[in-house]
């Protein structure tokens, strides 16, 4: 059996990770592959208990490290639940936010620095390494233009401003830069079908997979 494959999703918000993520699993089961689509926080019953905690209320409600302890709380049920069951079963996951995230919101935006995000890190994820992550990268004025226009209770990171947002940019394209044979910068302000057709080729040429792009939504 040929192993799965873990492909995640990154970047700060605005960047369409939710629509390119639907559409890369779209192109994924034209070429006969059916991953599981996940996400972070969450993706386990556990999970998105946790999730709720951290994606309302007040900007201030933890500490960085509580906040870190609370990702790696929800990472670990959902790795153990979900995720290493499906790759043991040889399933391609693809997950919407991983550990990166966490590196660059709590361990550089949140400035709790890399060490204690690492350490957490070794402890829940191991070893445990994404084939490919895309970093969806956009300026920060259109990603808070583009989450400010859905309607959502789950916005408290949307809220922490604009310099946060934009020690985040850095921080992503900085462990990007930091990982280069894991992750691609994809740049996410073109339309949707343009991203979507960057993502395809950087997962047919990294992973050695023939896939091919879709039309468009509802193709
Ligand atoms: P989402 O809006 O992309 O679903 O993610 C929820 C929020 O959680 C998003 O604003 C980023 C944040 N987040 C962290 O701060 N640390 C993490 O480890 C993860 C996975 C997400």
Known sequence: MRPGRFITFEGGEGGGKTTQVALLVRSLEKAGISPLTTREPGGSPGAEIIRRLLVEGDVGRWDALTESLLHFAARQDHLTRVVRPAMREGRWVVCDRFADSTMAYQGYAQGLGRE?????????????????????????????????LRTSAEDRYERMGEAFHETLRSAFLDIARRNPGRCAVVPAAAPVEEVHRAIVSLVRERLDVPLEACDGPGS
């Open 116 to 148: 204690p995000v690492e350490a957490l890190h070794r402890l829940v994820v191991g070893s445990f390494v994404p084939d490919l992550t895309l970093v969806l990268d956009l300026p920060v004025a259109e990603g808070l233009r583009r989450a400010g």
